[in-house]
Nanobody, 119 residues
């Protein structure tokens, strides 16, 4: 099992910045990728950004140039630096970890942290 604990959400004005953190514990030795998803009210959960164990990153088009994902393998922690925030970034942000178990990718999720951007 993998446990994910998020922190760093909150209320910020449009144009502001926030940094989310997600610390992983447990069976972390076979985690392939970590990332952040978000879900706004009435909408499906969507990928925001992800980073592989090798450092490759992937971003949603809506956040490219504004958000940066990074990973500290020594601390088993992934970060999401969010800048130039917009009201449409308001959502619950979930940390995700993908662990490879006998050839199958297994997803783990954090409890979610609320990000609210006021106009």
């Amino acid at each position: 099992q993998v446990q994910l604990v998020e922190s760093g959400g909150g209320l910020v004005q449009a144009g502001g910045s926030l940094r989310l953190s997600c610390a992983a514990s447990g069976s972390i030795f076979s985690i392939n990728a970590m990332g952040w998803y978000r879900q706004a009210p009435g909408k499906q959960r969507e990928l925001v950004a992800a980073v592989t164990s090798g450092g490759r990153t992937n971003y949603a088009d809506s956040v490219k140039g504004r958000f940066t994902i990074s990973r500290d393998n020594a601390k088993n922690t992934v970060y999401l630096q969010m800048s130039s925030l917009k009201p449409e970034d308001t959502a619950v942000y979930y940390c995700n970890a993908v662990r490879l178990i006998i050839g199958v990718n297994v997803n783990y999720w954090g409890q979610g942290t609320q990000v609210t951007v006021s106009s």
